[in-house]
């Protein structure tokens, strides 16, 4: 069974940014699309960003402009960059692939 290990996560001030990993024990990137999704304190979990075989992505509106989503196959690494943050993304973001979820990282955004 694959393993993803998601990283990057840490405490923030607003307006700033954070680049989260998501690292695969294998190669199935290539395979399968990757979704980050984020639950924040006493809420669903939901989708923020994705890509897919081919490349292309889709972004929540809440993160749109701001986040970018990236792959490198060499590494089986999906990346999230996040940039602009707000207190609202604080959540723990975990990332999915082919049914398989890392044990997520958490994101705190605060002055």
């Known amino acids: 069974q694959v393993q993803l290990a998601e990283s990057g996560g840490g405490l923030v001030q607003p307006g700033g940014s954070l680049r989260l990993s998501c690292a695969a024990s294998g190669s199935i990137f290539s395979i399968y699309a990757v979704v980050w999704y984020r639950q924040a304190a006493g809420r669903q979990r939901g989708a923020v960003a994705a890509i897919d075989r081919g490349g292309s992505t889709e972004y929540a509106d809440s993160v749109k402009g701001r986040f970018t989503i990236s792959r490198d196959s060499a590494k089986n690494t999906v990346y999230l960059e996040m940039n602009s943050l707000r207190p609202e993304d604080t959540a723990v973001y975990y990332c999915?692939?082919?049914?398989?979820w890392g044990q997520g990282t958490q994101v705190t955004v605060s002055s």
């Open positions: 999915k692939c082919g049914g398989n």
